[in-house]
């Protein structure tokens, strides 16, 4: 059975349902525990300058840089499965590269494999991930269809803890890869780690949301990891509103240029 629109937001438990205005409103449900400080961005911004980032210099891979550069996906996968270019590796179950379309409208880049995704292969398995797939329907696509889900780092951090620095450096080859075959139109990243390994910044999610980034030419937005949301409530309602900004991007993009 399909789910209307505002069914679909429930479920996200954003309520109630909301009405594009001028200066939107949106009642945050009680939160469960700490909260992140954050601006939320009015749905009726409009989409601002990019700001570009240059790529930052990859880490030393278990394969060479050139051939990771040029690989198709049978063989970045066969690499991925190989790598042992950090701890990580040793300790794994599987990497887990990454599942959708790959002819994507939106790349969603998270932190790492959690134990559910580390036994399955795919990522945004558990709790964090139906939460995400929520977001996503709420959006009218799905894992799959039109949506391509990665992570920062292939491999599962002990004890499901944030990847860290030299292991995202590890494994950015891998993630840059994917970009390039990807060419995904919007790149949307979930939680620090993954903003951290593709624009290199260390600033808070709060201070950069609502701010068209850029990576190799590709617009991108940053919001919260979908582990966090379940955490903190009220900053779903949040976490939408950057859904609709990368939307918003995404429809720009796509629309005609007008004639002079």
Not at 195 to 208: G, N, R
Not at 220 to 248: C, G, I, M, Q, S
Request: proline share 10%; net charge neutral; hydrophobic share 45%.
């Amino acid at each position: 059975m399909s789910l209307s629109r505002e069914q679909m937001l429930v479920e996200m438990g954003i309520s109630p349902i909301w009405v594009r205005r001028d200066v939107p409103a949106a009642a945050a449900a009680e939160a469960t525990g700490h909260s992140e400080e954050s601006t939320a961005l009015p749905a009726s911004a409009s989409v601002e300058e990019a700001v570009p980032i240059s790529p930052p210099p990859a880490a030393p891979s278990a394969m060479p840089a050139g051939e990771v550069g040029s690989a198709d996906w049978p063989t970045l996968a066969r690499m991925v499965a190989a790598c042992r270019a950090c701890p990580l590796g040793e300790g794994r179950r599987q990497a887990v590269l990454g599942v959708g379309d790959t002819s994507p409208d939106y790349l969603f880049i998270g932190e790492g494999p959690g134990a559910e995704e580390d036994a399955k292969g795919e990522p945004f398995v558990g709790q964090a991930g139906k939460l995400l797939d929520n977001m996503l329907a709420a959006l009218d696509i799905a894992r799959g269809n039109r949506v391509y889900i990665a992570n920062a780092v292939k491999c599962r951090p002990p004890g499901n803890r944030t990847p860290e620095a030299p292991e995202m450096a590890a494994c950015r080859p891998f993630l840059e890869r994917q970009v390039a075959l990807l060419k995904p139109k919007v790149i949307v990243l979930l939680g620090k780690a993954a903003v951290h390994s593709v624009l290199h910044e260390d600033k808070s999610l709060a201070s950069m949301r609502g701010q068209r980034f850029e990576y190799a030419g590709i617009p991108v937005v940053v919001t919260y990891h979908p582990a966090y949301l379940l955490r903190n409530l009220p900053d779903k309602a949040k976490a939408w509103e950057d859904l609709l900004f990368a939307r918003r991007i995404l429809r720009e993009r796509a629309a005609p240029e007008l004639p002079f």
